[in-house]
């Protein structure tokens, strides 16, 4: 029984990262009964996926320009903005997918940049410059749409929103063989790479997690891609989205994770003055942070649009609430420093899920805000009170008590101080 | 006149693991005004946190009696009912309300909640009178001075009917103008039947003002001398702050000195937000290979302001002199600019300016040179981790792994940290400012052993410390930093506690 109780022990220890994921688990699990099964049928899954794309993009900037400790509530308006470019571009213009995607890339850059330059070189708050770009954006959203929709979008570009990855058995079979290939070969890369990197830490003697915690959780996170694929290949295959988000999950967690860029903004929104005194250019990464963020908006905006098939003047209005949202509930700290764009992703799960769930069940805008505003205030709260209990000597925290009455566990040491000595107060400086 | 009105007996205040307050005594007649001495760290502000209730009753030993009274102070404001009134050294104003909300802030001339401003700017303008400021008392605090604030907060002193007044260091950031303003207005005070205490370093502000003086050394109350009879010197307060046993061992170590590594010429920097105040007046220091050099000087000199500016232009405005290296001059105008040229600093605050305290200990240590591990683009985090144990062995950086958080760690590990992500950042320069301040007698050792490596390594290292000791300890040479000038430049064969208080304490000709 050893292996539970050490990963009883582990589980207490993280209990934030393992709550989330908990929490996502529950609340499919609770809308599949609700919705009598509605919840996980293919095609639901798919639309499921398609819809929550573009705040799943958005969430993946968000989440870094929250790690360094600032905020950004412009995204929708960019999303919207970028939308009526790609309308004028296209539509008007006539320019190719081609052209059009990259140039708006590039707007979405140049908008990062209008907004990085004024927050990192001047030091504005993000908050302000980004709460007067959600207002320019939105302006300049309407100024060239002129005020009406643009429609519709050649193939081509539809496919970025609500295309799929061609059949290659050629409508012959039940399901798509190109999405299980891709399904079974990810699953499969996702468990080589956590068994290597589980060898490459015992090699460096980190504490590892116990076990059965890992072989749990791998063969769990394995059987729920295996689903998701079955899922999907039962319906009409990969959405393209998926495979661009997909990319961009990877890239940028390993962007997070292994670039000087990613490290950097980790130092920095853990302790600026450390960061700064240590010789990182905080101004440059926090720039560029922000093109990046404008990048991201100017793809969840081509997605957005793509999948209505037509740029709105109100198009994106409220995105950048959802994607700080998802931040948060995946365990971003409100002070900076801490986030992973794994976690962005399930945050935004966690939303998308309830969205799907409540509007199956016919629940109206109204109960579907008020519960996801609670399920934020609760996810956040549920952090800091963890932090407060456990932190600085204030006494027991229910997981420490929970954890008292098994027997220490021996890896549990891993999250204990070293013998704290208390730092004398300098007495009469 | 003699006759007390506060009387401290047997005071004992421990913080874990440290005992600041030693069975401390102090006596203070009814209308004199009190000097209490000492180094940094010896116990002064500590004895005042007790006395006017940042530190209730219940968390020392030992009695309090004011004006024959016992006090059981358990808040700060307990202590202003009974008249006693403490005035730190960081002012406790808020800058943007005006000079009379600022007097009254916490005690507003109110009637049933509502304020009467008639009121608050009348009387604030009795008290400004009294301590000779005039100011319009609805001018914000921030456009005036910090001399000028150091009134007010005097004349809110004054608002709560003061008859002990407590003022720590409050000449530590004025110039010499309003500092004997400020001297003269305690004594026009104590002719108005106020009694003062006073701590300060300035030997000669003591001399001029105060009938007593109390010596503190290491939580223990020395002496107290009566300044009456003009027989106490300078040196004899000296002798007695200083006075202490050698007995804390230090690392032995054979110096091998070689040439020059760092030089700064003329160095003067002024204060990023008061621009007429030269915080570091063109002071000329250099260090050789392999030389340990000490930085001493009291508090407010400008150590670390020195430093921090020589180090990427990280304080202050208005910086110039020149930095050499090798006999080159160097630019050294942001920190990565100092990093790439082989400076590098540690902070005397490691909590706010040192460490992330919420990352694990190898991406701290790699935190200064992460481009060192970069291969093909990415960062080696493998390597990382072997970096970081080799230097957890090396320095006995006690934690379970390099995974460990350092806000978790003990205060001797956590400056282990930093010095180790100092020294990977491969320096030649290693500017340590106070290495040993918050860390245990233990750790300590460790630390100055580390230094002696390093010089032994053929660093060149800068240390500034409070402690004198410890800089006669590790040190091949010792310059001393009064007000932003260097007083001295002492040898080690010539350098005592006493020579280096002297030059301390000196002022600029």
Sequence with gaps: MSALRESLGFLTSRLRQVGIFVALILIVLLFQILTDGILLEPQNVTNLVVQNSYILILAIGMVMVIIAGHIDLSVGSVAGFIGACAGVMIVHWGWEWWLAIPACLLIGALVGAWQGYWIAYVGIPAFIVTLAGMLIFRGLTLIVLKNQQITPFPGELRALGGGFLPDISGGTSVLEWLTVILGVGATLALVIQAVKERRIRKKFELENEPMAWFATKTAFIALLMLTITFLLASYRGTPIVLIVLAVLVIVYTALMNNSVFGRHTYALGGNLHAAELSGIKTKVVTFRLFVNMGVLAALAGLVFTARLNSAQPAGGTGFELDAIAAAFIGGAAVTGGIGTVAGAMIGGLIMGVLNNGMSILGLGTDYQQLIKGLVLLLAVGFDIFNKNRSGKGGGISIIERLKLKTPPAADVDAGKPAAEHPVPVAAGK | ?509
């Design chain 2, 1 to 509: 006149m003699n006759t007390p009105i506060l009387q401290m007996r047997g005071i004992t205040k421990t913080f874990p693991g440290v005992k600041a307050l030693q069975d401390v005594t102090l006596q203070v007649n009814r209308g004199e005004v009190h000097a209490i001495c000492g180094e940094n760290g010896a116990g002064k502000s500590t004895l005042m946190k007790v006395l006017s209730g940042v530190y209730p009753h219940s968390s020392f030993d030992g009695d309090i009696l004011f004006e024959n009274e016992p006090c059981n102070f358990s808040s700060i404001s307990d202590s202003e009912k009974r008249g006693i009134v403490i005035i730190h050294q960081e002012l406790a104003l808020s800058p943007y309300l005006s000079i009379a909300e600022n007097i009254y802030l916490g005690n507003e001339q109110a009637n049933r909640g509502w304020v009467n401003w008639r009121k608050t700017n009348l009387e604030a303008a009795k008290l400004l009178a009294r301590v000779g400021l005039s100011e319009n008392p609805v001018t914000p605090v921030q456009h005036i001075s910090v001399g000028k604030q150091q009134l007010v907060e005097i004349a809110k002193a004054l608002s709560k009917e003061v008859k002990l007044l407590i003022l720590d260091e409050p000449t530590a950031a004025l110039n010499d103008e309003d500092s004997s303003h400020l001297l003269d207005l305690i004594l026009h005070l104590k002719g108005q039947g106020v009694t003062s205490i006073i701590i300060s370093h300035k030997l000669n502000e003591i001399r001029k003002v105060a009938d007593a003086v109390t010596i503190i050394r290491d939580g223990k109350t020395i002496e107290t001398l009566r300044l009456g009879d003009g027989e106490i010197t300078q040196e004899r307060i000296i002798r007695g702050m200083v006075g202490r046993d050698l007995e804390s061992l230090y690392p032995d170590r054979e110096p091998q000195i070689g040439e020059e590594v760092l030089r700064i010429e003329d160095w003067s920097v002024r204060h990023p937000q008061d621009y007429s105040r030269v915080v570091v007046n063109n002071a000329s220091l250099n260090v050789r290979k392999g030389e340990v050099v000490g930085l001493a000087g009291l508090m407010g000199a400008g150590r670390t302001e020195l430093a921090m500016s020589v180090f990427g232009r990280s304080y202050g405005t208005a910086t110039s002199g020149k930095v050499f290296k090798h006999g080159t001059e160097i630019n050294t105008s942001t920190v990565s600019d100092a990093i790439r040229h082989g400076i590098a600093y540690a902070t005397e605050d490691r909590k706010l300016y040192g460490l992330n305290l919420i990352e694990d200990i190898k991406r701290n240590v790699s935190m200064a040179a992460l481009r060192k591990l970069v291969k093909g683009g990415w960062v080696d985090k493998n390597q990382e981790t072997v970096v970081a144990n080799d230097y957890r062995k090396s320095m006995n950086i006690k934690a379970p792994s390099v995974a460990a958080v350092t806000g978790k760690l003990s205060g001797g590990n956590q400056q282990k940290v930093v010095l180790s992500k100092w020294m990977y950042s491969d320096p030649d320069v290693l500017i340590l400012d106070e290495p040993t301040r918050g860390i245990d007698v233990g750790a300590k050792f460790e630390i100055y052993t580390i230094i002696a490596k390093l010089a032994a390594e053929g660093k060149a290292v800068i240390v500034i410390s409070s402690e004198l000791p410890e800089l006669l300890g590790i040190c091949d040479r010792i310059y001393t930093l009064s007000a932003g000038h260097i007083t001295g430049e002492v040898p080690i064969a010539e350098a005592s506690q006493e020579t280096l208080m002297h030059y301390m304490t000196k002022e600029k000709e």
